[in-house]
């Protein structure tokens, strides 16, 4: 994917896959009614991504999964759905930040949330405006080579706001803990969560099963899946 097809759109518009109301899943914040903005794009090519229409146009017709939305019209979407938290997801929401941006700017009674993979650092205008930054980076498991799923001067940057929850997706316990522990040696990472990758309920309750003692052990917290335990979005 080259750079002209992943640059946003600045602070007029969004590239939108789409937006709903429902609850927080996953992470810090589980559980809390929320209305969620999934932003088109993404930097990076996760082998067991669970939303490949938001990049992948080998599979996706690009123009039938996404369109362009003015920030005004979603702004006031939100204020519609009468929620006191918007998650920004994705896709990577990080390759839109002017419009994120100039969204959070127009809902300031609104907690702001922005799921992220941690390749990109927060720009001057959005680090103030978001109340939680849930970032997630990417392990070998993605199959993504290292040097280009962590990149430490976003880590630091994101680390930095003091506002950051770190969370991993867990493929197998016994490779991806000890690979975490070293992400967060690395580069200091704070409040993390591990949580078991899967897409049925089944799946994921095995999969905390087996996350839970080691998790527990190592100082973690551990992280549900809670759309699809309930066959939500
Ligand atoms: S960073 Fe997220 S959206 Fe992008 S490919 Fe990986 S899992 Fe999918």
Known sequence: MNAEVLRGLGAEALILAEKFVSFQGEGPWAGQRCAFIRCSLCNLKCGWCDTPETWDWNRFTRAE???KVAVSE???WVRECEVDMVVFTGGEPMLQQEALAAIARALPEVRVQVETNGTRSPIPE??????LFVVSPKLANSGMGYATRIKPKALEALTGTGRAAFKFVVTDPRRDLDEIAQLVDDYKLESIWVMP?????????EGMAALAGPATERGWNISSRLHILTGSR
């Not at 959005?126 to 109340?131: G, I, K, R």
């Not at 990758?197 to 309750?205: D, N």
């Open 74 to 76: 979603l702004a006031a």
């Open 126 to 131: 959005l680090e103030p405006v978001v109340d």
């Open 197 to 205: 990758e899967g897409t049925t309920a089944g799946a994921v309750l």
């Open 65 to 67: 999964v996404s369109e």
